[in-house]
């Protein structure tokens, strides 16, 4: 077990450093100047242990990605090894080693049919950065320079790079910072909680796919050259879409010469129960598929591009003589994370995770549905090992708490008290463990979530914000 107690001189001293220097992701500057950062110390199967060494179970597996779970000592041996080996070599121009070319064909032998080639890069921003960028490339290539626009979905998350946080559609995370608006533009997301009233699934299905094809017929499908859709929406709130919109969506945009781009940087490596979930969860054989986080299972930073063989034929063709493939970056390829990746991999065949979340994960769901019962869950939703209870002031007509409540942080926070770690997004509250959770565990984690869920109710009432 890796775990480390600090005295308080020591904790105190970590935490007066990062909060003085360290910019942190999405920090509340409300309360981090005062409140400053928990520590995390240590770390052991599907948990994590702070600075004074309480134990919580890791119900978000650090950000959707610790997917075989923590303190792996064959990943650090695999990592140690390659670091002394060869602790990295650029793979600009015709440069390569023997981690990256054997993690690529493996990808390649993982992903569905066509997607042959592997562009790597170090996170899903960047690998979602350098899908737009290459299908640019492509469409250039072919001598199509009008393709540009780029249609993303309301809710959605691709990322924070500026072109990323342009495709995200979660209005929330633009506040205050540029975003591109003439190049890309969101359709609704096909969020089956929130239809209206009256239509039914298959209706609510049928008016987002024609929502996209409108949009593209708007725009002009000699001027559109993607859609990026993640197959179930993460951090805009688990959405997952009705029965057949992804094979659907993808009818459209083939039906228009516009490219469709698969964001499974949280979904791929076995979240869903597969290595990469388009195909067999979705029925999309999209034209890239981008992944990141549980490719090296959050042990290492690296994310992957996939390319389809047609993509590849074009831009693999010269432009002129001399001419480059200008688009990489210092750590494509890196050794050490590429050999992470392989040992990753290797676990998840071995012991068949796979496997064990798709008949684990619909336990997990059927556990997490008992919630309902509870009178400010409105939904549950998501699938296998990525899943979202949604909490509403009323179940009838699904009003969300004002966001001053904070209801998902104080259901968070509840949990924390009581050794648990969830994700609070406004009023939501997001799980993706570990993948290696057993039932036993599953069941503890949803009665944690459940006696806090009735804690923050109560003092919704005691403190008159809610009266039931």
Same mark, same amino acid.
């Given at each position: ?7 308080? =001189? ?110 790597? #890069? ?75 009233? #009256? ?20 725009? #002009? ?52 129960? =597969? ?58 390829? =890196? ?134």
């Amino acid at each position: 077990m890796a775990r480390e107690t600090l005295t308080a =001189h020591d904790a105190h001293d970590i935490w007066r450093k990062d909060r003085d220097h360290n910019v942190h992701p999405w920090t509340n500057f409300a309360t981090f100047k005062q409140e400053g950062s928990g520590i995390m110390t240590g770390s052991e199967g599907i948990y994590v242990y702070d600075a004074e060494g309480a134990r919580f179970i890791d119900g978000i597996g650090g950000l959707w990605c610790v997917n075989i779970g923590y303190g792996r000592d064959e990943m650090a041996q695999a990592i140690a090894e390659q670091a002394r080996r060869l602790c990295y070599y650029s793979t600009f121009g015709h440069l390569t080693t023997p981690p990256a070319a054997e993690l690529a064909a493996k990808l390649a032998e993982l992903a569905p049919a066509r997607l042959n080639h592997v562009f790597y #890069g170090t996170g899903g921003s960047m690998a979602n950065d350098t899908a737009i960028r290459i299908i640019h490339f492509y469409f250039n290539r072919l001598g199509k320079k009008r393709k540009k626009h780029v249609i993303s979905r309301l809710d959605s998350y691709h990322g924070s790079t500026y072109l990323a946080a342009s495709l995200t559609g979660v209005m929330f995370d633009r506040i205050g910072f540029d975003v591109i608006e003439d190049m890309i533009h969101h359709v609704g997301a096909p969020n089956v909680y929130r239809r209206p009233d #009256g239509m039914s699934v298959d209706e609510f299905c049928d008016a987002k796919v024609a929502e996209l094809e409108n949009k593209i017929v708007e725009l #002009g499908p000699e001027n559109v050259a993607c859609f990026i859709a993640e197959p179930i929406i993460g951090a805009g709130g688990v959405i997952v879409p009705p029965p057949g919109y992804h094979a659907r969506t993808q009818e459209v945009c083939r039906k228009h010469e516009v490219l469709t781009i698969s964001d499974e940087v949280v979904t791929a490596f076995g979240r869903l129960g =597969h290595f990469f979930a388009s195909e067999p969860a979705f029925g999309l054989t999209p034209d890239i598929i981008t992944c990141a986080k549980g490719m090296t299972s959050g042990y290492l930073p690296l994310s992957g591009t996939l390319l389809s063989d047609e993509i590849y034929e074009v831009i693999s063709v010269p432009q002129a003589k001399g001419a480059l493939f200008t688009h990489g970056f210092t750590y494509s390829g =890196h050794p050490v994370s590429c050999a992470a990746g392989l040992k990753n991999i290797e676990i998840i065949e071995r012991e068949d995770i796979c496997g064990h979340v798709r008949s684990a994960g619909p336990y997990f769901e059927e556990r997490l549905r008992t919630l309902l019962d509870l009178p400010i869950v409105g939904d549950v939703r998501g699938s296998h090992f990525m899943l979202c209870v949604e909490n509403v002031a009323d179940k009838e007509t699904k009003e969300i708490f004002d966001p001053e409540v904070m209801i998902g942080d104080r259901i968070a926070r509840h949990c924390q008290s009581r050794g648990l770690i969830v994700r609070p997004i406004a009023h939501l509250n997001v799980l993706s463990p570990p993948l290696i959770m057993t039932r036993e565990q599953i069941d503890e984690l949803v009665a944690i979530l459940r006696s806090s869920i009735e804690a923050t109710t109560d003092d919704l009432v005691r403190e008159r914000l809610w009266r039931g």
